[in-house]
């Protein structure tokens, strides 16, 4: 896949609260088979929620075609990653997952159209933020993971878009505040101390 363009890293950056903080990408280079663990185990699960939406939304033409592209190529990130792990030496298992997805899903509204939009919602900044992670990992580690991490960027950040599209054709109103709304707990998620370092965790506490 080709690097994501620039603007299109500018754009994303402009949806995000904040850039990662330097203390985690330092972070993440003492603990890098932790991190390509979590990475592993964050591709299932991306595409268990692509799955999940799939069977929630039968009758959502545009759902169904999005969500089945983008199941397989988070399918296809577990592959590579799982193939980045076992040359590495690594034996892949799954981590304890960190607080990052908890907290935004606990304040997912529980009915609908609320629920679905919410999900999508999340959905965007999970992706959003794992883009911009690559983004920010990839000056600072070995060749071969810099042009894997880099070859993922354009992808995520056409998820998260394809997320924000779908999150505003279903909701009966204009989809700002809740945006903002799960910006700021993305915020305090990412800039605040936190005890578990993995792909989506806050800043290291000492």
């Not at 199941?71 to 296809?76: M, P, S, V």
């Not at 903002?180 to 605040?192: D, H, L, N, V, Y």
Request: glycine share 4%; with cysteine.
């Amino acid at each position: 896949m080709e690097d994501v363009d620039p603007s299109a890293l500018e754009e994303l950056m402009g949806f995000l609260p904040c850039p990662t903080p330097d203390a985690w990408i330092a972070e993440a280079m003492k603990q890098q088979e932790a991190l390509l663990l979590n990475h592993c185990y964050l591709e299932q699960c991306a595409a268990r929620t692509a799955l999940g939406l799939i069977f929630r939304c039968p009758d959502k033409p545009d759902v169904l075609v999005k969500m089945s592209r983008l199941a397989r190529e988070e399918l296809r990130h577990f592959e590579k990653v799982l193939e980045l792990l076992i040359r590495r030496g690594y034996t892949y298992k799954i981590l304890k997952p960190s607080r990052y997805a908890g907290l935004l899903n606990a304040e997912i509204h529980k009915q609908e159209p609320g629920r679905l939009v919410d999900t999508l919602i999340v959905g965007a900044y999970i992706e959003a933020r794992s883009c911009e992670r690559f983004a920010a990992l990839a000056p600072h580690v070995d060749e071969e993971l810099a042009a894997f991490f880099r070859s993922l960027l354009k992808s995520e950040a056409r998820h998260y878009k394809d997320y924000l599209t779908l999150a505003q054709n279903y909701a009966p109103e204009p989809i700002a505040a809740r945006v903002a709304f799960f910006g700021e707990i993305e915020r305090k998620a990412i800039e605040s101390p936190d005890p578990l370092f993995r792909f989506h965790s806050g800043v290291p506490q000492a």
